[in-house]
């Protein structure tokens, strides 16, 4: 079992960054693949990165070379470092984790807002 909780969302200008957190709970924690899912209004929730416990990585073309997925997993936290913000990342982002082919386990949310 897991419980997470998003932080470190907010209102940024284009060009701006922002590191999301995601601080999770459970004694499986560092077992767990983590991932961070976005959904903009309208739209359906995407896949923007995924962390695997052998600490491999995956993104969505759209963030490559601007968002970086990393884990604390002493700090039973996992971390979304976003450079380079753009309008179009504006969207409630949502960390994730997973053991192995299982259910996903999902926090509440957290707003990041790009506008000038």
């Known amino acids: 079992q897991v419980q997470l909780m998003e932080s470190g969302g907010g209102l940024v200008q284009p060009g701006g960054s922002l590191r999301l957190s995601c601080a999770g709970s459970?004694?499986?924690?560092?077992?767990?693949?983590m991932s961070w899912y976005r959904q903009a209004p309208g739209n359906q929730r995407e896949l923007v990165a995924k962390?695997?416990?052998?600490?491999?990585?995956h993104y969505t073309d759209a963030v490559k070379g601007r968002f970086t997925i990393s884990r604390d997993n002493a700090k039973n936290t996992v971390y979304l470092q976003m450079n380079n913000l753009k309008t179009e990342d504006t969207a409630v982002y949502y960390c994730?984790?997973?053991?192995?082919?299982?259910?996903?386990?999902w926090g509440q949310g957290t707003q990041v807002t790009v506008s000038s």
């Open positions: 962390i695997v416990t052998g600490r491999i990585t």
């Open positions: 459970g004694t499986v924690f560092p077992f767990y693949a």
């Open positions: 994730s984790a997973q053991f192995r082919t299982g259910p996903e386990t």
